[in-house]
């Protein structure tokens, strides 16, 4: 059974930082893009970051760029995402993903494994 547990999550002041974890077992991810997707309240669940293969390239939202950054291990077959100079609307439940098939061609589509997601909250 596959499954893909985020953590990492919390309440955290505007300005400040917050690192996602996301192990995946029940299948080795090495070779399967993955990626994170948020949901804030009231909201459709939009994409964040995704990240290649080998982590040789990573592709962010425009509202994230220069501020996260997301890498993986495969040898632990973990993600993380890197949240610096976090922002009230950056207030959102934070899902870690991966691919349905290795080697996908999409950084923002064809996941088919998802994570039950970690709430992550920034004051003002």
């Known amino acids: 059974q596959v499954q893909l547990v985020e953590s990492g999550g919390g309440l955290v002041q505007a300005g400040g930082s917050l690192r996602l974890s996301c192990a995946a077992s029940g299948r080795t991810f090495s070779s399967y893009v993955m990626g994170w997707f948020r949901q804030a309240l009231g909201k459709e669940r939009r994409f964040v970051a995704a990240i290649n293969w080998n982590g040789g390239n990573g592709y962010y939202e425009d509202s994230v760029k220069g501020r996260f950054t997301i890498s993986r291990d495969n040898a632990k077959n973990t993600v993380s995402l890197q949240m610096n100079s976090l922002k009230p609307e950056d207030t959102a439940v934070y899902y870690c993903?991966?691919?349905?098939?290795?080697?996908?061609?999409?950084?923002?589509?064809?996941?088919?494994?998802w994570g039950q997601g970690t709430q992550v909250t920034v004051s003002s």
């Open positions: 993903a991966a691919h349905s098939y290795p080697y996908g061609p999409s950084w923002t589509s064809g996941y088919g494994y």
